[in-house]
């Protein structure tokens, strides 16, 4: 019955399609309208079920792969044009000296202004071992000329690694393309050999990648033989059980892993095993929830697509998927429902809860940035005085010793004096708000009065934002400017003073009974 039903649509679809593309008063793109289909389709689903045409397979590869060829640098565009953001350590743009702030005015003799970023990173990207010419301009330097030869581009998963402080080992782990686990095991060696006797893994904003990776990685800490991941789709090819294969790094070490909402899929594995084996302590947010696995498929025409075929299973038995895929409201997934949500026990018997994503053993609040300090973000003021700072200053102090003074905060207020960034506070629209009940509600000729006067305050309290908020402004002001002397290294060193998930796990490795008391049953 499946099968009639799925010619008798494939001959629907086919007749739509033939009517439309014959019979519509203008003029239709047949590829457009297939896409169009195809999306519809697909987004039925789930996000992570997708098509990609032969254009897009090179982007799909460097998600897999990490590797891509061109000059190995971030960009954004402001205003009619795009700027270098972050160049990576050691690869083409760095090699030419790019800066971050440097905008980009011609790829090759061709104008760059008013293109997308997609577009300019099409200029940008080609065949390692390709030349081009690039027109840059810098401010306090004027118009700069490069010639720059593509490289193959390997990103790293581990961007970072050092011992900051109280021989605490911090890595960084950015994606789970391959070597992802043999960057993490090498990380770590380096810092034990360099004295590191405790150790921070920060999968804060890793959004996963190859899951036999994260079990390379959980086998650094766990004994060979350990199952990690078991997968169950609707084909017998499907259902696979990941165990280590290895013999570990290290199994005693104290471990603390920083995870928040967008640590996802990989780096669930990675967290949610450790948490099950009571191997480390997890501080920071829920996780994302991401508890699908995708397949790649090869279609015709150079085309591929990717396809939830299973779902996994961490050691505790539990399943991270947050979202309900199958059972969608107004076309839209809803949270797992509580009632179907199940306990399970780690190894030493603590209680977690399946369907949530990664529970932390210790709760911290996420960040909030201001509005005032989204409005500066958003308009790129932030960014603009950043490049204005670096025209001026050859040099600042390395990253764990940079702050920014007062008189380069009060530069900062007179930079941005006569710039656009109005905001709304959530105070100034609760307000809006009441006013618009009061009219409803007839009481407005009573009140106008005190909301007024209500209004007048606020938009008083308002030009002391700056002020109020320093410290958090200061904070961002440090990260953006410290990235034009420092590149990688730098932003992750700048943010150690103000991070307050660093903070809870330095204090908990450095206190082994609070440690070992997370990770036993009360």
């Known amino acids: 019955d499946d099968y009639f039903e799925i010619s008798k649509n494939l001959e629907i679809f086919a007749d739509v399609y033939k009517q439309v593309n014959t019979s519509y008063v203008d003029d239709v793109k047949p590829g457009e309208l297939i896409r169009a289909a195809i999306n519809g389709m697909l987004a039925s689903l789930d996000p992570y079920t997708n098509f990609y045409s032969e254009a897009e397979a090179e982007e799909y590869r460097y998600q897999v792969t990490g590797t891509f060829a061109g000059i190995g640098s971030s960009i954004r565009r402001i205003d009619d044009y795009i700027y270098i953001e972050s160049p990576l350590d050691d690869f083409p743009a760095q090699k030419a000296g790019l800066l971050p702030g440097d905008k980009i005015l011609e790829v090759d003799g061709q104008s760059m202004k008013g293109k997308k970023t997609d577009e300019v990173t099409e200029f940008l990207k080609g065949k390692a071992g390709t030349s081009f010419n690039l027109k840059i301009e810098r401010i306090g330097s004027g118009i700069l000329e490069k010639t720059i030869t593509r490289e193959t581009i390997k990103v790293k998963n581990v961007p970072y690694h050092g011992i900051i402080e109280n021989h605490i080992g911090f890595i960084k782990l950015a994606g789970f393309t391959p070597n992802a686990g043999k960057e993490v095991q090498d990380a770590l060696l380096d810092l034990k050999s360099k004295g590191a006797t405790k150790i921070v893994l920060d999968l804060r904003n890793n959004g996963g990648g190859l899951l036999h990776e994260a079990v390379n990685i959980v086998n650094i800490f766990v004994p060979k033989g350990a199952t990690i991941v078991i997968t169950r789709g609707k084909f017998e090819e499907d259902n696979r059980i990941y165990k280590t294969l290895n013999s570990p790094v290290d199994t005693e070490i104290p471990l603390v892993i920083l995870i928040n909402n967008n640590s996802a899929s990989a780096s669930e594995i990675v967290s949610g095993a450790l948490q099950d084996f009571d191997r480390a302590v997890l501080i920071g947010q829920n996780s994302f929830g991401k508890g699908l696995v995708q397949t ?17 299973y961490i050691p505790s038995g539990r399943l991270i998927q947050r979202l309900d895929y199958g059972n969608k409201v107004n076309g839209k997934a809803i949270a797992v429902a509580d009632s179907v949500k199940k306990d399970f026990y780690t190894k030493n018997g603590r209680k977690v809860i399946d369907g949530e994503g990664i529970q932390p053993d210790v709760p911290v609040e996420e960040t909030r940035y201001s509005k005032l300090a989204q409005a500066l973000i958003k308009n790129d003021l932030l960014f603009k005085f950043a490049n204005q700072f670096r025209s001026t200053h050859d040099s600042i ?72 908020h320093k410290t958090e402004l200061k904070e961002l002001l440090e990260y953006e400017i410290v990235k034009r002397y420092y590149f990688e290294k730098g932003k992750v060193e700048v943010g150690f003073d103000d991070d307050v998930e660093w903070a809870k796990a330095k204090s908990i490795l450095n206190n082994s009974n609070a440690y070992n008391n997370l990770l036993i049953v009360n």
């Open 296 to 312: 790649t498929m090869s279609l015709n025409y150079n085309t591929s697509m990717k396809v939830t075929t299973a779902k996994y």
């Open 397 to 468: 102090d390395e990253p764990l010793k940079y702050s920014v003074s007062d008189d380069v905060f009060n530069e900062f207020k007179q930079f941005i004096a006569d710039k656009e960034y109005s905001y709304t506070t959530q105070t100034e629209r609760d307000l809006e708000k009441l006013e618009k009940q009061a009219k409803e509600e007839k009481y407005f000729s009573l009140l106008e009065e005190e909301l007024t006067k209500l209004k007048k305050a606020l938009e008083s309290t308002k030009q002391s934002d700056l002020e109020n």
